[in-house]
């Protein structure tokens, strides 16, 4: 082999079209643009306008609405839980709080606080501490031997206390 030999395999690179340069190159005269006005030139064709009609955007009727005092919770099951300890990430004697889920990589960011949910089994004796749980969750931590308390959720600052 040569280094005269070395070559891109075939259709690896494809030539740009170069527009405007002639009929028989297939992209002549209006380049691939259509016919005149405003969607032939540069930079002013105008996204969901129908012509004056009512654009689609506008006929369709509005739902729903954001609350903004909405208070988002990372959420955890039992048995991402009882992963964590078996996988040594959270250690199961001390107290598993927000802190020790997101240092042992469990949860990537505490959010408003965390809600236990109470998806799978939980093997270990545990305590809890987060803002909210469902009975079922508290009821198997109970089972296993553990307990689990309930913060009060973190006051935003300016609020009355």
Request: without cysteine.
């Amino acid at each position: 082999m040569k280094l005269s030999d070395i070559a891109d395999n075939a259709g690896s690179r494809k030539k740009r079209m170069r527009v405007g340069r002639g009929i028989g190159s297939g992209k002549g005269k209006q380049s691939g643009r259509g016919g005149k006005g405003q969607t032939a030139r540069s930079g002013v064709r105008i996204k969901g306008f129908e012509g004056g009609q009512m654009p689609m955007h506008r006929r369709l009727p509005k739902r729903g609405f954001n609350n903004i005092f909405r208070v988002e919770f990372a959420e955890i099951n039992l048995d991402r839980l009882q992963e964590a300890v078996d996988a040594k990430k959270i250690d199961a004697g001390s107290v598993v709080n927000v802190e020790a889920l997101v240092k042992g990589g469990v949860l990537r960011r505490a959010k408003a606080g965390v809600r236990l949910l109470g998806r799978g089994e939980l093997k270990s004796k545990l305590n809890i501490e987060v803002h909210g749980a469902t009975k079922t969750a508290i009821a198997a931590v109970e089972k296993a031997g553990g307990s689990v308390k309930i913060l009060a959720p973190a006051k935003e600052e300016g609020e009355a206390a």
